[in-house]
């Protein structure tokens, strides 16, 4: 069992008022909050080692490159990758989908044919449309039903040996739903086709392991999971990550170079271009620790009783509607009260202190589908207790008499 309160007493941005109220942070979707460890961490990276990684031979140089390389290896053990050099530093889940998008515009032909789902963040939505305009290749889309879940059965009929990448996300940010992935997995490589899970809402509720899912990449942000923004990783297979090439040219990424050739340096390096947010690579490492100590068997529970609680609380208000009700769902709460704009309610909880995100939460075909401007997202990470839940019903109640 957690002590919450002694969780709370970690995050200092917690015992903060917001116009005038005690801080009620619903916005977990969007980034988490930061504990004292990793705001810490940081200033010490610049306070006691800070030089540019890889490159001088002085002390702190090998000091700061070692504590990267340090936190490259505890990101591989947190994923369990096979090896460190699988495992990439970028700067979010944007960054790491780019780059897969990118190499594979060397892959594919007219034709091909590309796998999204109807649940992706933009962010693993544009880059391949832009990839598929470059190329002649098929963007084809994976329909959800009335609870928001992906329909199995048309995603299998929509795979062939034209397939060559199926992109997907791990857990649904606009929504919370859990997607199958390893499931999901399993059936593309059947046709040949390479796997991209985005995990950006994933890894705050949960430690993936990319050999059990068998992913050939898994990209995620730091700044969801406790860590600083501006951080991230791209897992990829060894092999895929051969096969692909470099995403940008620059230092750090080059064997040799001569105006006649340059050769790419080992993985991970040939995707590194340029100098890093190294202070940023360290403290994700520090982030990670932090969780694993909270234990995500004990986030997990908490934010299980959350979401429950919010769920029967919520639905206690006449006409309003959740949206994304399957079985497994992550502690995200989509919904809308009939006739009220998600905004308006948005606006006025937030002068009570409590925030969460109103609009299309950078889905936009998830709200078309809905046939909705966008929704009231409430995300509820395990330093959140029943009791803010409860103020946010009362705000929510408020607001509707207000407004209707
Ligand atoms: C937040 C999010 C992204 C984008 O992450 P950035 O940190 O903005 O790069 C992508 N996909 C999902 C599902 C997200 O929740």
New binding site residues.
Partial sequence: MLDIQKIRADFPILSEKVNGKPLIYFDN???SQKPQVVIDAEAKYYQEINANIHRGVHTLSQLATDAYEISRVKLQHHINAKFSHEVLFT???????NLVSNGFASILKPGDEVLVSSL?????IVPWQMLCEKTGAILKVIPINEDGELIISEYESLLSEKTKIVTV??????LGVINPVKEMIAKAHAVGAAVLI?????VPHLKPDVQDLDCDFY??????MCGP?GT?ILYGKEEWLNKLPPYQGGGEMIKEVTFEKTTYADLPHKFEAGTPNIAGGIVLGTAVDYLNEVGFGNIQLQEKKLLEHATKRLLEIDGLRIYGNGKNKASVISFNIDGIHPYDIGSIIDKLGIAVRTGH???QPIMNFFCIPGTIRASFSFYNTKEEIDEMVEAVKKAKTMLS
């Fill in positions: 979707g969007a980034t700067s979010g889940t944007t960054h790491g989908i992706e963040h933009h962010s693993n996300n791990h857990i649904s940010n606009a985005d995990g950006a809402q994933a990209a995620f942000s730091g700044h969801k923004t991230g939460h950078c889905a």
